[in-house]
C-alpha cells in the first residue's frame, strides 16, 4: 500500500534529494547565527570588561531598573491580554479587535514612545486639553512625565505595546483551522453547561492557549528587560537601564569601555534567562492547580459588558490618541502654553523629511530585501524540514529574539567586520534580515504548518507533482498568511535601530535613526514628522498585505 501511495506522490520519501533543501536553508541560517553568537560569546570572556563592569558603581541600580521596569511591564502585559481575551473570546468584539490588531503593531516601539511623549508631556497636548477650564496652568509645570526616575512612562510604553502583540500571537492561534474551531465549540459547551462566558474561557481555552504563547511570551520578557530605543526615547536617566549603559560603553572608542559593554549585555542576558526560568515555574504551578474558581457564576451583567466594550475601545483610542499627538506636532509651527491649537500651521518638517530621500530610500530597500528574504527562509523551511529539525532550528533562529539587542548587535557586528562587510549594503541586509526572520517564522507558522494535507494527497492523486501543488494550490491558499508574514518582516526591518547604527557603521540612516536620534533634541515637528513616518510605511505595508491576501471572488456559472 505505501508502494502504491508513493507511486502517485501520497507519501514522499525522505531521500537526499527531498531534504537538500531544508538542508541549504539550515546552512544559510546557522553560518551567521552560529558566527554572530560565538563572537559575542568570545567578547563576553574578556575578564577586563567584567572586571570593569563590577567596578563601575552606575550597573546595580541600573539592573535594578531594569528588572523593575521589564519584569512588571511583562507581568502587566499578560495579565491585560489574558484578561481581554476571557472578555471578548468568541464573538463580535473579537472580530472587531482583530482588525485593529494590524495597525496598532504597524505603530514601531519608539515613535509610540515619541508619540506618548508628545502626549503626556508637561507641554504635551492632554495638559493642553485641560489647562483652560480644569489645572489654571499658564505655563508647564514641572512634572516628570517622561524620562522619570520610576520608570513609570517606559513601562507604559511597554505596555501599550505588547499587549497588542500577545493578542496577535493568540489571534494566530485561535483562527487556525484546527485548534480554534475546536477551541471555540468547547467554549460553546462549557457555556451550555451554565458557565460565562469568562469562566468557560479562562477553564477551558486559556490552559490550551497558554503553552502556545510561550514563545512570544519570552519574546516579550527578553524586550521589555533589553530594550534601548524607547528606553532614550521615554525611559529614566538617573538611573538608566542596564541596556541604555551597555549601549553608551558599546559606542565608547576605549577597548575596556567596549569590552564592559558586551560584559554588561551579557549580564542582561542572564537575566533574562533567569527571568525566564522563573516564568515557567509559575506556569507550571499554574497548571497543577484550577484557573479562577471553577464554581459556575451567572451571565455578565450590564456593568461588565460595558467595562468589557470600554477597555479593547481604550486600548484603540489611546494609539488613535498617539498617533494624532504625532500628526499635529509634525505640523505645528509657534504653539505656546497652554493653547490647545498651534498658531501657525507649517509643512516645513514634512518638506524635510521628503527632501532626505536617501534615509527614505535606505529604509524602504532594506525592509523589502529582508522581508522576502525572511519569508523565502521560511517557506523553504517549513514546507522540507523535518518535525525533528524544526524544534531545534527554531530555537536558534529566536535567539535575536530572546538575547539583549546590545550582545546581538555586538555579536553581527564583529561578524560583518570579519566578513569585511561592515559598513556595507550586504552588512546591513543580514543585520536586518536575521532580526526580521523570527517574526516572520512565528507569524507564519501557525498557518503553514495547519495547512490540511487532504489538499496535498487530493493533487498527486490527479498526478500533479508537488511543485505543481505548491504553485497551484498550497500557497495560493496560503496567500493571507504569506503576505501578512511579509508584513511582519517589512515592519520589524523599519524599526530596527541598534543594527542600523553599529553594523551601518554612521553610513547608513533609516526614519528610526533619525526619529530616536531627533528626540532627544528640540525640533519638535522634524521628529514627530520621522515618527509619524515610522509607522506610516509598516502600515501602508500591512494594508497592502490585506489587499493581496484577500480571498478570489469567482463569478457564478450562467444560468
Given at each position: 500500500?505505501?508502494?502504491?501511495?508513493?507511486?502517485?506522490?501520497?507519501?514522499?520519501?525522505?531521500?537526499?534529494?527531498?531534504?537538500?533543501?531544508?538542508?541549504?536553508?539550515?546552512?544559510?541560517?546557522?553560518?551567521?547565527?552560529?558566527?554572530?553568537?560565538?563572537?559575542?560569546?568570545?567578547?563576553?570572556?574578556?575578564?577586563?570588561?567584567?572586571?570593569?563592569?563590577?567596578?563601575?558603581?552606575?550597573?546595580?541600580?541600573?539592573?535594578?531598573?531594569?528588572?523593575?521596569?521589564?519584569?512588571?511591564?511583562?507581568?502587566?502585559?499578560?495579565?491585560?491580554?489574558?484578561?481581554?481575551?476571557?472578555?471578548?473570546?468568541?464573538?463580535?468584539?473579537?472580530?472587531?479587535?482583530?482588525?485593529?490588531?494590524?495597525?496598532?503593531?504597524?505603530?514601531?516601539?519608539?515613535?509610540?514612545?515619541?508619540?506618548?511623549?508628545?502626549?503626556?508631556?508637561?507641554?504635551?497636548?492632554?495638559?493642553?486639553?485641560?489647562?483652560?477650564?480644569?489645572?489654571?496652568?499658564?505655563?508647564?509645570?514641572?512634572?516628570?512625565?517622561?524620562?522619570?526616575?520610576?520608570?513609570?512612562?517606559?513601562?507604559?510604553?511597554?505596555?501599550?505595546?505588547?499587549?497588542?502583540?500577545?493578542?496577535?500571537?493568540?489571534?494566530?492561534?485561535?483562527?487556525?483551522?484546527?485548534?480554534?474551531?475546536?477551541?471555540?465549540?468547547?467554549?460553546?459547551?462549557?457555556?451550555?453547561?451554565?458557565?460565562?462566558?469568562?469562566?468557560?474561557?479562562?477553564?477551558?481555552?486559556?490552559?490550551?492557549?497558554?503553552?502556545?504563547?510561550?514563545?512570544?511570551?519570552?519574546?516579550?520578557?527578553?524586550?521589555?528587560?533589553?530594550?534601548?530605543?524607547?528606553?532614550?526615547?521615554?525611559?529614566?536617566?538617573?538611573?538608566?537601564?542596564?541596556?541604555?549603559?551597555?549601549?553608551?560603553?558599546?559606542?565608547?572608542?576605549?577597548?575596556?569601555?567596549?569590552?564592559?559593554?558586551?560584559?554588561?549585555?551579557?549580564?542582561?542576558?542572564?537575566?533574562?534567562?533567569?527571568?525566564?526560568?522563573?516564568?515557567?515555574?509559575?506556569?507550571?504551578?499554574?497548571?497543577?492547580?484550577?484557573?479562577?474558581?471553577?464554581?459556575?457564576?451567572?451571565?455578565?451583567?450590564?456593568?461588565?459588558?460595558?467595562?468589557?466594550?470600554?477597555?479593547?475601545?481604550?486600548?484603540?483610542?489611546?494609539?488613535?490618541?498617539?498617533?494624532?499627538?504625532?500628526?499635529?506636532?509634525?505640523?505645528?509651527?509657534?504653539?505656546?502654553?497652554?493653547?490647545?491649537?498651534?498658531?501657525?500651521?507649517?509643512?516645513?518638517?514634512?518638506?524635510?523629511?521628503?527632501?532626505?530621500?536617501?534615509?527614505?530610500?535606505?529604509?524602504?530597500?532594506?525592509?523589502?530585501?529582508?522581508?522576502?528574504?525572511?519569508?523565502?527562509?521560511?517557506?523553504?523551511?517549513?514546507?522540507?524540514?523535518?518535525?525533528?529539525?524544526?524544534?531545534?532550528?527554531?530555537?536558534?533562529?529566536?535567539?535575536?529574539?530572546?538575547?539583549?539587542?546590545?550582545?546581538?548587535?555586538?555579536?553581527?557586528?564583529?561578524?560583518?567586520?570579519?566578513?569585511?562587510?561592515?559598513?556595507?549594503?550586504?552588512?546591513?541586509?543580514?543585520?536586518?534580515?536575521?532580526?526580521?526572520?523570527?517574526?516572520?517564522?512565528?507569524?507564519?507558522?501557525?498557518?503553514?504548518?495547519?495547512?490540511?494535507?487532504?489538499?496535498?494527497?487530493?493533487?498527486?492523486?490527479?498526478?500533479?507533482?508537488?511543485?505543481?501543488?505548491?504553485?497551484?494550490?498550497?500557497?495560493?491558499?496560503?496567500?493571507?498568511?504569506?503576505?501578512?508574514?511579509?508584513?511582519?518582516?517589512?515592519?520589524?526591518?523599519?524599526?530596527?535601530?541598534?543594527?542600523?547604527?553599529?553594523?551601518?557603521?554612521?553610513?547608513?540612516?533609516?526614519?528610526?535613526?533619525?526619529?530616536?536620534?531627533?528626540?532627544?533634541?528640540?525640533?519638535?515637528?522634524?521628529?514627530?514628522?520621522?515618527?509619524?513616518?515610522?509607522?506610516?510605511?509598516?502600515?501602508v505595508g500591512f494594508a497592502g498585505a490585506a489587499w493581496a491576501g484577500r480571498p478570489r471572488r469567482f463569478r457564478g456559472l450562467p444560468t
Amino acid at each position: 500500500m505505501a508502494a502504491a501511495l508513493r507511486a502517485i506522490g501520497l507519501l514522499r520519501p525522505q531521500t537526499a534529494a527531498s531534504r537538500w533543501p531544508a538542508l541549504l536553508a539550515a546552512g544559510l541560517v546557522l553560518v551567521p547565527l552560529a558566527g554572530a553568537v560565538g563572537l559575542a560569546a568570545l567578547a563576553g570572556l574578556d575578564p577586563a570588561g567584567w572586571a570593569a563592569l563590577g567596578n563601575d558603581p552606575q550597573w546595580a541600580r541600573a539592573l535594578a531598573m531594569t528588572a523593575w521596569t521589564g519584569l512588571l511591564s511583562t507581568a502587566l502585559s499578560v495579565l491585560i491580554s489574558a484578561w481581554l481575551l476571557s472578555r471578548i473570546f468568541p464573538g463580535p468584539a473579537w472580530a472587531r479587535l482583530t482588525r485593529w490588531l494590524a495597525p496598532m503593531l504597524a505603530v514601531p516601539h519608539a515613535a509610540f514612545a515619541i508619540g506618548l511623549a508628545f502626549l503626556v508631556a508637561p507641554s504635551g497636548w492632554l495638559l493642553r486639553l485641560l489647562s483652560p477650564w480644569a489645572t489654571g496652568f499658564d505655563a508647564p509645570p514641572g512634572w516628570r512625565t517622561t524620562q522619570d526616575p520610576w520608570g513609570l512612562g517606559l513601562m507604559a510604553v511597554l505596555v501599550f505595546k505588547e499587549v497588542p502583540f500577545l493578542l496577535w500571537a493568540a489571534a494566530t492561534q485561535l483562527q487556525r483551522a484546527d485548534v480554534g474551531q475546536r477551541w471555540t465549540r468547547e467554549h460553546a459547551l462549557a457555556r451550555s453547561m451554565g458557565y460565562s462566558a469568562a469562566q468557560a474561557w479562562w477553564q477551558v481555552i486559556w490552559p490550551q492557549l497558554w503553552p502556545r504563547l510561550s514563545a512570544p511570551l519570552v519574546a516579550v520578557l527578553a524586550y521589555s528587560l533589553t530594550v534601548v530605543d524607547m528606553a532614550l526615547v521615554i525611559g529614566p536617566m538617573s538611573p538608566p537601564t542596564l541596556s541604555v549603559l551597555a549601549w553608551q560603553w558599546l559606542q565608547d572608542g576605549d577597548p575596556v569601555m567596549n569590552a564592559q559593554g558586551v560584559a554588561a549585555g551579557w549580564l542582561l542576558a542572564g537575566s533574562v534567562g533567569l527571568a525566564a526560568l522563573g516564568a515557567w515555574a509559575l506556569a507550571r504551578m499554574a497548571r497543577a492547580r484550577p484557573w479562577p474558581p471553577s464554581g459556575r457564576r451567572a451571565t455578565p451583567d450590564p456593568l461588565h459588558r460595558s467595562i468589557r466594550s470600554w477597555a479593547w475601545h481604550g486600548l484603540v483610542a489611546v494609539y488613535a490618541a498617539v498617533m494624532l499627538a504625532l500628526a499635529l506636532g509634525s505640523v505645528s509651527g509657534v504653539w505656546p502654553f497652554p493653547q490647545v491649537w498651534p498658531d501657525s500651521w507649517t509643512l516645513q518638517a514634512w518638506q524635510s523629511v521628503l527632501g532626505s530621500s536617501r534615509t527614505l530610500w535606505t529604509t524602504l530597500w532594506l525592509a523589502v530585501a529582508s522581508s522576502l528574504t525572511a519569508l523565502l527562509w521560511s517557506v523553504l523551511w517549513l514546507e522540507w524540514s523535518r518535525p525533528a529539525w524544526d524544534g531545534w532550528m527554531r530555537r536558534l533562529v529566536v535567539l535575536p529574539l530572546v538575547l539583549p539587542s546590545v550582545v546581538w548587535v555586538a555579536g553581527v557586528h564583529r561578524l560583518c567586520l570579519g566578513w569585511q562587510i561592515d559598513g556595507h549594503a550586504v552588512g546591513l541586509w543580514l543585520a536586518h534580515t536575521l532580526a526580521a526572520l523570527p517574526y516572520v517564522l512565528i507569524a507564519l507558522s501557525p498557518a503553514y504548518l495547519g495547512f490540511d494535507p487532504r489538499y496535498g494527497q487530493l493533487s498527486a492523486s490527479m498526478g500533479k507533482s508537488h511543485w505543481q501543488f505548491l504553485i497551484q494550490v498550497k500557497w495560493p491558499l496560503l496567500k493571507a498568511a504569506l503576505t501578512a508574514a511579509l508584513a511582519v518582516g517589512f515592519a520589524v526591518s523599519v524599526a530596527q535601530f541598534l543594527p542600523t547604527l553599529f553594523v551601518g557603521a554612521g553610513r547608513f540612516s533609516t526614519v528610526t535613526t533619525e526619529a530616536v536620534t531627533l528626540a532627544s533634541g528640540a525640533q519638535r515637528s522634524l521628529t514627530a514628522a520621522y515618527a509619524w513616518l515610522q509607522w506610516l510605511l509598516p502600515a501602508v505595508g500591512f494594508a497592502g498585505a490585506a489587499w493581496a491576501g484577500r480571498p478570489r471572488r469567482f463569478r457564478g456559472l450562467p444560468t
